[in-house]
């Protein structure tokens, strides 16, 4: 299998990258981690005339805080989240998810960035990302702009991000400190898509819901945020009859496909269950004035 | 197309060579530098068997274009034994406990299992396995590989290895 002939540029900066990918508008590709990207090419599901390689431009590695948010660079590894002690003891959402992605070969290669900025709609960060309400840092000639990633998926490999622009980080407020969190994820075997899955972060005050974020993977065209469900378990102690008519709210949103995976009434259900699992495992993880 | 010049090093080696862009990792270890231990599989990331290290990771060489290796450090199995030629604990792990029936995907558990025992110098049965799973054996059920990697951590911090009870 191999691809279709390229030019490889390997700029040092957003702004060369930038520019190249201006200049070369249709018929560049930025390249992050490649696993999404180079399997394509191998298939000849895309022939990009021209890679512009990300790899080289060091200031989009890393994990900090910045106030109240963390900021991680677009090029930052699933292994490197899984790594990062600084995730680990703020945002563990991310660290649960990224090691249910894929298999750790991929892993030390595929990034943050190019799972978020693909638009496949089986890539696990976009709903991680909306349920933790980030931004998307996206670069282009016209200079930095900034996306909730809430607004950014559009449909099956169709984002807000323009022709030329570059996502360069993510932006996650940091979750209150003692919060729940769980990321279930249904999938056929390691390496695989999601089937469906759910991911959950919670906060509790006196035995009450007192926040609650919900985002679903590949149960549709594009992941989605389940807010009709959050907005039902707020305020509720997440007794069983709540929880039912939160899930059945969920599930009302999907639109899966039927495939491989099985059928789409099957997914969608599938969806219900993995919800329900986290919500269970989320309140389990709840710590502080939360718990009981 | 223009080829690129790319310098890297190969099991220890300064390596200089042209390459088109498109070659992948794999192609270039195979059929330029005559390195065939890593083996193409699947060829769509999934079975492992391309599996090498570069610059401390493990990576499938079939989903990296060699360009992308410019200037990195690898190691394939070809250059895992120690030395002075002798086996490394790991392949003399694979040997006393069967870890091999076909061979095929061999070279991507060994290479795997170098990274995986770098990290972690004393995994547990799970950890193990989870380490490996990106690399596909269709022979040997993984029990006796697991075991192989076992024997190897046990061997390479000098402790006497004992197989958990069945």
Redesign the interface.
């Known amino acids: 299998?191999?691809?279709?002939?390229?030019?490889?540029h390997?700029p040092k900066s957003i702004q060369e990258a930038v520019a190249l990918l201006a200049k070369l508008g249709d018929n560049g590709r930025a390249?992050a981690g490649?696993?999404s990207l180079?399997?394509m090419?191998?298939l000849r599901l895309a022939a990009p005339g021209n890679?512009v390689?990300l790899?080289g431009i060091g200031e989009l590695k890393g994990v900090r805080a910045d106030g109240n948010d963390i900021v991680i660079g677009a090029m930052t590894t699933q292994?490197e989240l899984i790594e990062s002690n600084l995730l680990a003891d703020k945002i563990p959402l991310l660290r649960e998810t990224s090691l249910q992605i894929?298999?750790?070969?991929?892993r030390?290669?595929g990034t943050l960035g190019g799972n978020v900025a693909n638009g496949d709609p089986g890539n696990d960060m976009p709903a991680v990302m909306m349920c933790l309400g980030a931004s998307y840092n996206v670069t282009g000639k016209n200079g930095e702009r900034r996306i909730a990633a809430r607004d950014f998926y559009q449909g099956a490999y169709l984002t807000a991000l323009e022709t030329g622009e570059v996502l360069t980080g993510v932006r996650i407020p940091t979750p209150a400190a003692g919060h729940g969190w769980a990321y279930e994820k249904l999938k056929r075997k390691?390496?695989d898509y999601a089937t469906a899955a759910a991911a959950v972060i919670l906060t509790m005050k006196g035995g009450k819901v007192e926040s609650c974020s919900i985002g679903l993977t590949n149960v549709a065209d594009t992941p989605l945020w389940a807010q009709e469900a959050e907005r039902i378990l707020t305020g509720s102690t997440l007794d069983a009859a709540t929880i039912k008519r939160a899930v059945a709210a969920a599930e009302a949103i999907t639109s899966p496909a039927s495939d491989a995976r099985g059928p789409g009434q099957y997914r969608t259900k599938m969806a219900g269950v993995m919800l329900t699992r986290a919500l269970d495992r989320a309140k389990s993880r709840v710590r502080g004035q939360g718990s009981e | 197309?223009?080829k690129?010049q790319i310098e890297l090093k190969v099991n220890g080696k300064n390596v200089e060579a042209l390459v088109?862009?498109?070659t992948?990792l794999i192609?270039f270890l195979r059929d330029q530098l005559n390195l065939t231990g890593p083996h193409i599989g699947c060829?769509?990331?999934?079975c492992?068997a391309c599996?090498v290290d570069l610059d401390g990771?493990?990576?499938?060489s079939?989903?990296?274009?060699a360009?992308?290796a410019?200037g990195a450090d690898i190691r394939t199995i070809e250059g895992i034994a120690n030395a002075d030629g002798t086996l490394h604990a790991i392949q003399e792990g694979f040997r006393e406990m069967h870890g091999l029936q076909c061979g095929f995907c061999t070279p991507g558990m060994i290479t795997?299992a170098y990274r995986?025992l770098q990290e972690n110098k004393n995994p547990s049965e799970e950890e193990i396995r989870?380490?490996?799973?990106?690399n596909l054996c269709r022979c040997t059920g993984y029990q006796n590989i697991v075991r192989a990697i076992q024997f190897a951590a046990a061997k390479l911090n000098g402790a006497p290895f004992q197989e958990a009870a069945e």
């Not at chain 1, 299998?1 to 490889?8: D, K, N, S, V």
């Not at chain 1, 894929?102 to 991929?106: E, I, L, N, S, T």
């Not at chain 2, 060829?43 to 999934?46: G, I, R, V």
């Not at chain 2, 989870?130 to 990106?134: E, P």
């Open positions: 299998m191999i691809p279709a002939a390229f030019t490889y390997r390249l490649g696993h180079i399997p090419m191998k890679l390689d790899a292994h894929a298999d750790p070969q991929v030390y290669l390691v390496g | 197309m223009a690129s088109e862009p498109r992948l192609h060829e769509t990331s999934h492992g599996t990771k493990s990576v499938k079939c989903t990296i274009f360009v992308q410019n795997r995986l989870f380490g490996i799973s990106g």
